[in-house]
């Protein structure tokens, strides 16, 4: 048995980008608003759990961007700084905000990025393998000793240009997290469900589907669950709702402390709330704006417009 002393200092270990996005919307024009796939997760996710951020900026990382951080209470020793730039993205929506365009992508400080990860991250028993190159997500899962659930998200690049790096995450992972395009994109599966189903025979337990406003679909062996997107009034920036997406359902896990099937299902409620507040500003605004009980609240009533 575990005496308190011994307990990990952190529930969850998060690794993925941390940078500056250009992005456009059919309304508005944002330049280098702080974002990344980890900066999103961890937002999400700290809420509910402590959260360790694995990851590189460079020497023009904003010190409020440090900040904002610290004040969610985001544990950042796993997180270094390198000479060069900070890794920056760039996209624009449609007047349909569920499709986006990739303008740029600059890895800057990301290509040269070999992650370390501090002995308190790697008791850990939660891993989010965010949206990054494969290699890494390889790379931070060599140096974890035996955590008890890893989940792992990633992105049309990646699948196009490191496919055997990504199939040997998939098998390495208890649950992957896609959204339909890049379902499609691996498993070139006619139906989603099918490619899901196709995914488990790689390796992990579950796939999380994740189809936008058209909300998710969980898949494992045994069973699939499907839950609709929560309906915000208005979608004013769809960037980082997939990775809030993951920050929640992992956060949740984390503080639940479990895996099991049970545990995992309720996951996806706090996944896609998550999600919700994610696309009601640009950036982190909202998510950092948020506490524990507005995502308990906005469960409950997601909960109660599935009740039929
Ligand atoms: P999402 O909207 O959930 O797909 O996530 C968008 C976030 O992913 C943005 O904040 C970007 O900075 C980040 N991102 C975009 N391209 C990449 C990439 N190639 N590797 C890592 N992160 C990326």
């Not at 694995?54 to 023009?60: A, E, L």
Request: charged share 25%; proline share 5%; glycine share 8%.
């Amino acid at each position: 048995m575990h005496s308190k002393a011994a307990r990990p200092a952190l529930d969850l270990v998060v690794v993925g980008s941390v940078g500056l996005d250009t992005i456009a919307t059919p309304a508005e024009r944002r330049r280098d608003v702080l974002g990344g796939s980890a900066s999103y997760a961890c937002a999400a996710a700290a809420r509910m759990a402590r959260v360790g951020m694995v990851g590189v900026v460079g020497r023009d990382f904003p010190a409020r961007a440090v900040a904002r951080f610290r004040a969610l209470g985001i544990d950042l020793q796993g997180v270094q700084r390198a000479e060069g730039r900070t890794f920056r993205w760039s996209g624009v929506y449609a007047r349909d905000m569920n499709r986006r365009r990739t303008l740029e992508t600059a890895l800057n400080v990301f290509a040269d990025f070999a992650p370390e990860l501090p002995p308190a991250y790697r008791a850990a028993p939660f891993l989010f393998l965010a949206n990054i190159a494969p290699a890494l997500q390889l790379r931070v899962l060599d140096q974890v000793r035996a955590p008890r659930f890893v989940a792992a998200d990633t992105m049309d690049l990646w699948i196009r240009t490191a496919r055997p790096a990504l199939r040997r995450v998939i098998g390495r992972i208890d649950l992957l997290l896609v959204n339909d395009a890049e379902l499609r994109q691996l498993t070139h599966a006619p139906a989603l469900i099918e490619g899901a189903r196709r995914l488990l025979d790689w390796g992990p337990r579950g796939v999380v589907v994740k189809k936008g406003e058209h909300g998710c679909a969980l898949v494992t062996r045994r069973t699939v669950v499907l839950l609709p997107a929560f309906p915000v009034a208005a979608v004013r920036d769809p960037t980082g709702a997939g990775d809030a997406f993951a920050g929640g359902f992992m956060g949740w896990l984390a503080r639940a402390g479990g895996s099991a099937p049970d545990a995992v299902r309720r996951a996806l409620l706090y996944g896609t709330v998550a999600a919700s507040f994610a696309v009601e500003s640009f950036g982190l605004d909202r998510l950092c704006e948020i506490r524990r009980r507005d995502l308990a609240a906005r469960a409950r009533r997601l909960l109660g417009m599935v009740r039929v």
